[in-house]
């Protein structure tokens, strides 16, 4: 008598068969670490090749699926161990760095800035330090300093003035304004 279809399909199948069978779920899990086909394409890959590498380690009676997304996401979690020891040589390439401007011209500008704070009278003083520095509000400035909210105000504005004077400024804005430029590139715009 021969077997039913029932006690056929319940037989074990061979592992590697079964290695077959799931390529196609290994690529839609391989795209879960990478967008782009061709390298979830090449995680597959690698991950079918040391599965059949040590497909003697594989225990009978457990997931194949299960064992073989193990080793997909060790792999993918090796490479990235990999290349980040890697990076930091390219972090080293001065090409790679973008071009910053010299800051010794904001560091002298941010003690002129400092030193013309503190000519300020002390109630001024505050009030630019709480608003303009913590970033506080009005409401929290003048309760902080025992005033009313117009008074902060008031404060706030004269300190503005006379930081401004005391910089040799006309606008809020020249105190602070720089020129983006990179070396080299000239638009035909002249800064004076």
């Keep these: 008598m021969a077997p039913s279809q029932d006690v056929r399909d319940s037989a074990p199948k061979p592992p590697n068969s079964e290695i077959v069978e799931l390529i196609p779920a290994l690529r839609a899990f391989a ?5 782009d086909a ?3 394409d090449d995680l597959v890959q690698e991950t079918l090749v040391k599965g059949l590498a040590h497909l003697h380690q594989f225990e009978a ?5 299960s064992w073989l997304f193990t080793i997909m996401r060790n792999t993918f979690y090796t490479k990235i161990k990999i290349a980040k020891r890697e990076a930091p040589g390219m972090a080293d390439c001065v090409s790679a760095k973008p071009v910053v401007n010299a800051t010794q011209e904001w560091s002298a500008r941010g003690l002129e800035i400092h030193n013309a704070i ?4 002390e109630q001024q003083r505050e009030v630019m330090m709480l608003i303009g520095v913590l970033g506080m ?5 003048a309760s902080i300093c025992n005033c009313a ?3 902060v105000k008031s404060r706030l504005n004269r300190a503005r003035l006379r930081l401004l004077a005391e910089l040799g400024e006309t606008s809020g804005l020249s105190a602070v304004e720089r020129i983006e430029a990179s070396p080299g ?5 002249f800064y004076a």
Aim: aromatic share 10%; hydrophobic share 25%; proline share 3%.
């Design 185 to 189: 590139a000239d638009d035909g715009t």
């Design 149 to 151: 909210m117009g008074t």
């Design 31 to 35: 795209r879960t670490f990478y967008r």
């Design 38 to 40: 061709n390298d979830a």
């Design 61 to 65: 009676g457990t997931s194949m699926k």
């Design 137 to 141: 509000s009005y409401e929290e400035a």
């Design 118 to 121: 503190q000519q300020l009278p």
